[in-house]
């Protein structure tokens, strides 16, 4: 009697092998319920339970078409048969199968169930001879022509690419490598690829879900513009363009522009939605402009759900700003309905305002978390305040504030808390940017003190403000500028599709472009902290990379839980440079079957008073404030600017320009010359500051003012009077600049 064991032959899989991959190119998975014919395959694999019963009764119909002969050769024949049609449930199927062109031959994985693998020269020639008089009828059924020449076929035709992946292979996930990060950090088993979702954006700063059950993503770019991501693209008219109302934006790196987005929690009946942008107040009569964070609520058309209505604008707050960098950005509702803003200290460098900064000061919103009620507000005011907040009743702070203390917080999510106990949900986690050694990660708790500018991460700033901080709350984590120099805050992973990375905080660098996942302890007092390192192209294709831009900008979050990383490889806002990845686990799945019944927990709030969902209000209850503003209110501005001064402003400070400085450019006028034309001819000293680090004197400009410019306070100039310079163009030295392309303040 002829006999082949299946276990004679082994593939050389040793620790040359690759990482496992199933025939969709995605990782494998445990099976929600084990198979019972392909049961080998239980413990990792690529098919769910409807798959092995597809298997089986393929299988099935076969052997029933098959003689009726029953003999001890046949019955060894199915058996390698069976394992031969269970191969596309192997953790390794794609490799085995060697077909690294389905993807681009867009070949359902499913058809492979009717073919046979790629086998080992060897066992294929014992394979024909065992099975020679029943084989060609198999063949046939697989829809396979039974070779003339047993030997060419077996070690030319169907010889696999990749010797080291044959049937019959042994599977022992145990055996394959996985890169390691190299670095300070914890070493990872975790390495990830990533899958572009989006290209081509303009400095993309969110991804954020409406929570309506749609699965859409809407990414909103730096300029102004909020883009809708649906069934994997990216649709062609915007869902917002608010570009004419956002500041005009550096050519290089800026920190202002429209920089954050969050829906109602009823968006799905009230098609509310608001944003955070920075723009200017004009005042004609003190010719002067005022750099704003401004709040706003919009609406979604009632025709079209992937249309905003653009006159549906209704400003709730605004709040001015000292300089242009340190601006937050991030807008956030709790499940208690309320609204969270997330503001920066102001900008320059070091938190130089005041006594204490900006980030100590609670007589200002700069370096707060705010809470406020966007569903209850009066005539005077676009929100009220929750009578929870930590100060209310306090005269001497304003009872927006929730927490303070923040130099910059970039990125801040709420978790969702783990899917089966609800552990973590509510707590709000936030990147904020270091000065000139450490970034940090908080959790960011009601009447909390985060340090800034006494300290910085868990380090001293400033000494004389370091010791004796009330309230105080120290990072769950922070590294040092050796490794990254400005965090961008993500979040915790509640996802279905990626095992090892639930429970997991990801978080990034923008300076360079790395990714770390901090891991709560069983103590739940403490962090470890490790990089998670990014696979090569033998790891991460098939529709995947290993490759990201170095300038991380944003994380984001789908309404399943999955994770967005949003990168450029240039921080050039005006430029379509920048990619939406989806961060992908090559390594292991969770099973189709468990993903099709997730359902993601709504967001709670951490330290919240109760735990029940909030409810929209039947009506709108009288604020409990005053009717006319307090001292401490911000100023909701109304353009009482007549039209024609609005255009004719907006024209003066909308021309393009290729900004020749960022930041701190002040010119002190010298002289004013009118020529006969009735040009005007101002020549001056410019002071460059650069984040307060150097201070360059002396350049000197000539500013041309052309007559029939009057407007935006850009024909007013004193002698020995300094001037705030917000964009120019020209040579550094000495320039002639048209002062239509031109806004400078006093």
């Keep these: 009697m002829k006999t082949l064991s299946l276990f004679v032959l082994f593939a050389l899989c040793l620790e040359a092998c690759s990482h496992p991959q199933c025939l969709d190119f995605l990782p494998p998975f445990v099976p929600h319920s084990p198979l019972s014919y392909c049961g080998t395959h239980s413990s990792l694999g690529c098919c769910t339970a409807s798959d092995d019963a597809t298997v089986e009764q393929n299988i099935t119909q076969m052997l029933d078409k098959l003689t009726t002969r029953r003999d001890n050769d046949l019955d060894i024949c199915i058996s390698h048969l069976k394992a031969l049609v269970c191969t596309p449930c192997s953790a390794w199927s794609q490799h085995l199968y060697d077909r690294d062109d389905l993807h681009q031959l867009n070949i359902p994985a499913a058809s492979l169930l009717h073919r046979l693998p790629a086998m080992c020269p060897d066992y294929c020639k014992r394979f024909f001879a065992l099975c020679g008089d029943v084989h060609p009828m198999l063949l046939q059924l697989l829809g396979n022509d039974f070779p003339d020449n047993v030997t060419d076929y077996c070690e030319n035709v169907q010889k696999p690419r990749d010797s080291s992946y044959c049937f019959p292979f042994r599977e022992d996930a145990s055996k394959y490598e996985k890169p390691k990060p190299s670095g300070p950090f914890q070493t990872s088993d975790t390495c990830v690829c990533l899958k572009p979702v989006v290209s081509k954006l303009k400095n993309p700063l969110a991804a954020v879900p409406p929570g309506d059950g749609s699965k859409r ?50 968006y799905k009946t009230n098609r509310r939605f608001f944003v ?30 992937d249309v905003a209505d653009q006159r549906s604008e209704r400003v709730v707050m605004e709040i001015e700003q000292p300089n242009y960098n340190h601006n937050g950005g991030q807008l956030l509702f709790g499940d208690d309905g309320f609204l969270y803003v997330f503001l920066g200290d102001g900008g320059s460098a070091g938190d130089p305002y005041g006594k204490e900064g900006n980030g100590q000061n609670r007589s200002t919103l700069l370096g707060s978390v705010l809470r406020i009620d966007v569903d209850n507000y009066s005539s005077t005011r676009g929100y009220s305040v929750p009578h929870s907040n930590p100060f209310v009743g306090d005269p001497n702070v304003r009872a927006e504030i929730y927490s303070y203390g923040f130099r910059n917080p970039w990125r801040c999510s709420f978790d969702r808390g783990n899917r089966t106990t609800g552990k973590g949900r509510g707590r709000l986690f936030c990147g904020d940017v270091g000065q000139h050694r450490f970034e940090e990660v908080d959790i960011v708790e009601k009447g909390g003190n985060y340090g800034w500018r006494g300290k910085e991460g868990a380090s001293c700033y400033r000494p004389k403000q370091c010791f004796g901080i009330a309230n105080e709350r120290l990072p769950i984590f922070a590294y040092h500028h050796s490794i990254g120099k400005s965090v961008t805050g993500g979040y915790v992973y509640r996802g279905c599709q990626f095992p090892l990375l639930r429970g997991k905080y990801i978080l990034g660098d923008y300076d360079t472009g790395r990714l770390f996942a901090l891991t709560e302890t069983g103590d ?30 944003s994380f984001g979050e789908d309404e399943d839980g999955e994770l967005y990383v949003l990168a450029v490889p240039r921080a050039l806002p005006t430029k379509p440079l920048g990619t939406v990845f989806q961060i992908v686990d090559p390594y292991r799945r969770a099973s189709p079957e468990e993903c099709a019944t997730y359902h993601s927990r709504p967001v709670g709030v951490h330290g ?14 009288p604020t409990t404030e005053p009717a006319t503003t307090p001292r401490h209110a911000p100023t909701t501005r109304t353009h009482t600017q007549s039209p024609e001064w609005e255009r004719a402003c907006r024209r003066c400070k909308r021309q393009a320009f290729d900004v020749t400085f960022d930041y701190g450019i002040r010119m002190i006028v010298e002289s004013i010359k009118e020529q006969p034309d009735g040009t005007v001819i101002i020549t001056g000293r410019l002071l460059v500051a650069f984040f307060g680090m150097k201070t360059i004197a002396g350049l000197r400009i000539s500013l041309t003012q052309t007559a029939d410019n009057v407007l935006c306070g850009c024909h007013h100039f004193l002698l020995n009077r300094q001037y705030l310079v917000l964009s120019f163009w020209g040579d550094n030295r000495r320039s002639v600049v048209n002062l239509n392309s031109l806004v400078i303040v006093a």
């Design 217 to 266: 993503l809407f990414i909103i770019e730096q300029i102004g513009i909020i883009h809708i991501v649906k069934n994997q693209q990216l649709l062609p008219q915007p869902f917002l363009d608010i570009t004419q109302a956002v500041v005009d934006l550096f050519v290089r790196a800026d920190e202002r522009g429209l920089l954050g987005m969050a829906f109602h929690p009823l």
């Design 276 to 305: 955070y942008y920075m723009t200017w107040l004009y005042r004609e009569e003190a010719e002067e402009a005022i750099l704003l964070s401004r709040i706003s609520e919009f609406h979604t058309s009632q025709v079209d759900p």
């Design 524 to 553: 739940g007092n403490t962090w470890t902290s490790e990089e998670l390192c990014l696979g090569d192209d033998s790891i991460c294709h098939g529709g995947l990379t290993g490759s990201l831009p170095k300038g991380i900008l």
């Design 608 to 621: 919240s008073p109760s735990a029940t969902p909030w409810t929209a209000p039947t009506s709108h209850p």
